[in-house]
């Protein structure tokens, strides 16, 4: 080879790019720039990092989102957590540097981070000076680096007058049951565990934290195994007895539609304090709706303070209810296929009683203008317009017999129209249609009444008190017979339903359920002296009621559990 060769071949070698030395040099002190980096900023099983979006946004993105961010991460703080907060070194620019979750908790040296997305829905109601109702809805999300994620769903509802208000209590609110999520996951990691086991000053640090999950673990323990005890306990006083519910709730039965039994339901949030020793509630929102004879349930409304008893109409999909709007009016309310419709909203007045006509075609109150003032009994279409209205004097209750006349009890007192006449006998049933007078109907033979009524379109059954003592009356509607069965005891809210009555009589310590079967007149007592039972329904074979006890863990607080046995044979 020439020398020239030579040359041409050593030109041709300084020609050779010279990038994949310089990436391979690049990588290298990257590498160690990020080991250094990491020296310095070691990844910690106590940090966590909180992107939490509320209203499509996180931390300064809106004030909801800012407040949730802050309880949050407060929270964490009191657990012995260490959260990184906004105002950390660096943490802003990593925060805005658009960098993906994982990441940002790595540079900032987190084990932890949490995402998810807070929604929320207002609705304005125009009642005094207004009301903001606010629900909250969202999934949390919560992962450790090399660690499967996990999620759950929170939800709740607030208000306040103003929307700005109602917002800022859902971030609070929100931030809470968050955290009900979050923490169980960081306290179960095993990087964590492997730091406690190793530094003593962690497992000090960490106190807040195992006093949050021992009374996670130990009092929702405890509690479930209490209700378990309460219904071991139900099942032996009264066998065969059947429970609908978990028996933490207060609910009540109020009628039988074509959707089921009718029920009203006021439940609890349960709620593990981060700072306390003992678990705390809140009462969620209310609810009514069907109880099928299958044990479903299906919600046809949901809200706050509903007022008294929703009643079902007999042969519509629909019910009637009150609703108390935060103190500020009351609305008159009927719930058709799924709809609400308001028949009447007032400041000022107070309705009981809300009762559908079978078709739904009409609604019966009684409306009172003050808490104090005698009340009226009206009758509404179902579009709103007042069709009927009188003093409702001593009415003790009333039932629709079909879609044009309402049947009431009115024992002693005279109608106005009857002012120079005789008093109305005791005892009176009377019928009243729109546009007519009401006329005395029937009086039972002894002439008294004790008033509690019920009405299965063919017969009524009245609770009756007169000379002879206690007892029922059952008037068959359609030629006005009637049959008195006495009773040893005052018996209260019958139910009708064929040839067969449920109601309760007190016996013992407390009121139970009775059974009678038209056909024998040998009524029964179907409940034990030493339970408080309720509220009897007769549907598909089955008795239904409520069971009356205490809370075991809110020992102020009282339960009513829907329950049903089969119908005696």
């Not at 978990?246 to 109020?254: A, K």
């Not at 009415?395 to 129209?417: I, S």
């Not at 863990?553 to 559990?561: A, D, H, M, P, V």
Request: hydrophobic share 45%.
């Amino acid at each position: 080879m020439s020398r020239f060769d030579e040359l041409e071949d050593l030109a041709a070698i300084q020609r050779r790019p010279r990038w994949p030395g310089l990436l391979l040099l690049l990588a290298l002190l990257g590498g160690l720039g990020y080991f250094a980096w990491g020296l310095a900023h070691p990844i910690s099983p106590l940090k966590a990092l909180v992107l939490v979006e509320m209203e499509g946004a996180w931390l300064g993105g809106s004030k909801p989102a800012a407040i949730l961010t802050d309880e949050i991460n407060a929270g964490l703080k009191a657990l012995g957590f260490e959260p990184i907060l906004p105002g950390a070194p660096g943490a802003l620019a990593i925060f805005e540097s658009g960098l993906a979750p994982e990441a940002a908790a790595r540079r900032l040296g987190a084990r932890f981070f949490i995402t998810g997305e807070i929604k929320l829905s207002q609705e304005a109601l125009e009642i005094g000076e207004g009301y903001s109702q606010t629900h909250y809805i969202g999934r949390i999300r919560v992962q450790g680096h090399d660690r499967a994620a996990e999620e759950g769903e929170i939800s709740g509802w607030v208000g306040a007058k103003a929307a700005a208000r109602a917002a800022s209590l859902a971030a609070d609110a929100a931030a809470v049951d968050a955290l009900a999520v979050i923490v169980p996951y960081l306290t179960h990691d095993p990087a964590l565990s492997a730091a406690v086991e190793g530094d003593p000053e962690v497992y000090k640090q960490l106190k807040g934290a195992r006093a949050f999950m021992d009374l996670k673990a130990t009092a929702l323990r405890v509690r479930a195994e209490a209700f378990t005890a309460r219904a071991e306990r139900w099942r032996r006083r009264i066998p065969k007895l059947q429970i609908h519910g978990i028996g933490d709730e207060h609910d009540g039965l109020s009628g039988i539609g074509v959707g089921g039994l009718l029920f009203k339901a006021a439940g609890i949030r349960i709620k593990v304090p981060v700072e306390g020793d003992a678990l705390r509630y809140e009462d969620d929102r209310e609810a009514a709706g069907w109880l099928k004879a299958d044990g479903g349930r299906a919600v046809a409304w949901s809200g706050y303070n509903l007022l008294g008893w929703p009643s079902p109409a007999r042969e519509a999909d629909a019910l009637a209810l009150t609703e108390d709007l935060y103190g500020y009016a009351r609305a008159l309310t009927l719930i058709q296929g799924g709809a609400r419709r308001e028949i009447r909203r007032d400041e000022a007045a107070y309705f009981e009683w809300a009762k559908p006509s079978p078709s739904a075609a009409k609604v019966a109150a009684l409306e009172r203008r003050c808490r104090r003032c005698d009340p009226d009994l009206v009758i509404w279409a179902a579009t709103g317009e007042e069709l009927a209205r009188r003093p409702a004097g001593a009415v003790e209750g009333f039932e629709w017999w079909d879609d044009a006349r309402l049947l009431f009890l009115e024992p002693t007192r005279a109608l106005p129209e009857q002012a120079d006449a005789e008093r109305a006998p005791s005892g009176g049933l009377w019928v009243w249609a729109a546009g007519e007078a009401p006329k005395l109907w029937a009086v039972s033979a002894e002439g008294g009444v004790w008033g509690w009524i019920s009405c299965d379109g063919a017969r009524v059954a009245l609770t009756t008190r007169d000379e002879a003592g206690d007892g029922l009356t059952v008037l068959d509607l359609a030629d006005g017979a009637a049959r008195r069965l006495p009773a040893d005891r005052r018996l209260k809210t019958p139910h009708i339903a064929g040839d067969a009555v449920v109601f309760t009589v007190h016996q013992g310590r407390s009121d139970q359920v009775g059974y009678l079967n038209l056909n024998d007149e040998a009524p029964i007592v179907l409940t034990d002296d030493d339970l408080k039972a309720q509220h009897p329904y007769l549907m598909g074979g089955r008795v239904y009621f409520e069971l009356i006890d205490r809370d075991p863990t809110f020992t102020r607080r009282l339960t009513s559990t829907l329950v049903s046995l089969p119908v005696p044979p």
